[in-house]
Each structure stands twice: as C-alpha cells, then as structure tokens.
C-alpha cells in the first residue's frame, strides 16, 4: 500500500479521493470540489491517500500548529474493510506529524478531531462498516481520543452560514494523563481553523464566547 500526497485538484487520485469523501461523509461536511484548489496547495495541509492496486482504498487530512503545539486531524476515510487502513493511515501519519514538530523544533501537546455522536447522527455512511460512527468511535476511544467536555457546533463546509451539530470536538494528548485542556487553546484553534468559513453562525460564536468565560475544559471518556 502506498501513502501518497495530493498537492493539486488536477491529481488524478484527486478525483478518486473526493468521490470516496461524498460516499462516506454527509454533504454539510464535504468542500465542494472546485472549492479544494486553494486550500490543497498551502503547504500546511496535508493531505494523503492510501492507494492499493491503483485504487484509492482510503484518506486522510491533517495539519500542524507549530504556535500552538498541536495537530488537527480533519478526516480520517477507510474506504475498505480487511486491509489494515486505519492502522496505515494511522501510523503513516504519525510519522509525518513527529517529523513536522521535529522541524519546527516543538513539542505536541496532543492532536483536535471532531468525532461524530453516534446518538446524535442521523447519517449512515452508506453502509460502509468501518466508517459506521460507532465503529470509529470506538476505534479512536481505543486510540486515546478524549471529548472535550461542552457542546459541540461547527459551521457548515457547505459555506451557507448554518450550524452543524451531531459531533463532539475531541482531543488525543501526548500525555495520558492530562485530564484538562486550558480553554484558551480550544478557542485560540477554533478561532483558526475555522477562518477559512468567515459566514459563521451565531450558535458558533454563542460557543465560543461561552467558552471565553472558562478557565479550562475537562477532557472525557468518548
């Protein structure tokens, strides 16, 4: 199996990979195609895919926030069961990630992923068995995601201004056993990730402010 980069739309494994994301991902959480040009050019995302016999079999995204200390893990896909993807991904990502904090000469605290409530998505993933939500909750409970303890919202990757809910932001972090996250990380990596959708909803910023108003934010079992 190979890991490779995807630096440009016109990849021919681009294609592959945004038509993997709309099977298993729902509309509200996929950028439109075109929309992927500029993004996927800066430097500070990475996005892999896994490729098996020519065939885009799986997918991931990430970055890494040197001032911070932290990654981001944006999508995980396992397109396939019975091939060992998620643990491809897993540990080809790990790599890469140590490599870039070994670069920038920082130390990870830990790693942001939104990780879908399974009581709270009405989303199926067509039938696709490892990315069923409780499957991969549970995958990455085993992995050490922790849930940041507060309502969850997101605004929406479809750029209309709405609301997502359905998922809790969570945490991986380097040390087991931190049990808390300063609130000020949380929203200085919100404030951040989410500039690329300036049409944010209220209920977001309603969020975040409440946010504003703690001190720290309890990490908890998924």
């Given at each position: 199996m190979e890991y490779i980069?995807?630096?440009?739309?016109?990849?021919?494994?681009?294609?592959?990979?945004h038509l993997l994301m709309q099977q298993v991902f729902p509309p509200e959480e996929?950028?439109?195609?075109?929309?992927?040009?500029?993004?996927?050019?800066?430097?500070?995302?990475?996005?892999?895919?896994?490729?098996?016999?020519?065939?885009?079999?799986?997918?991931?995204?990430?970055?890494?926030?040197p001032d911070m200390h932290v990654a981001m893990t944006d999508f995980t896909i396992i397109g396939r069961a019975g091939l060992g993807i998620g643990r491809f991904l897993l540990k080809s990502r790990e790599r890469d990630l140590a490599q870039l904090a070994a670069g920038s000469g920082t130390k990870p605290l830990g790693m942001f992923a939104e990780i879908y409530n399974p009581s709270e998505s009405e989303h199926k993933f067509s039938g696709n068995t490892p990315m069923n939500p409780y499957v991969r909750r549970e995958v990455l409970s085993h992995i050490g995601y922790r849930r940041l303890d507060f309502p969850y919202v997101h605004p929406s990757w479809e750029e209309n201004g709405e609301a997502v809910t359905g998922l809790d932001l969570s945490f991986l972090p380097a040390d087991e056993e931190m049990t808390s996250v300063p609130a000020s990380l949380v929203t200085q990596f919100l404030h951040?990730?989410?500039?690329?959708?300036p049409d944010k909803p209220q209920q977001w910023h309603d969020m975040v402010a409440q946010l504003n108003g703690r001190t720290s934010i309890e990490l908890k079992e998924l």
């Open positions: 980069r995807i630096q440009s739309i016109e990849h021919p494994l681009f294609a592959k990979m996929v950028l439109a195609f075109d929309k992927w040009a500029g993004p996927i050019q800066d430097e500070t995302i990475h996005v892999y895919v896994a490729v098996h016999e020519g065939e885009v079999v799986g997918a991931t995204e990430y970055r890494y926030y951040t990730y989410y500039s690329a959708l």
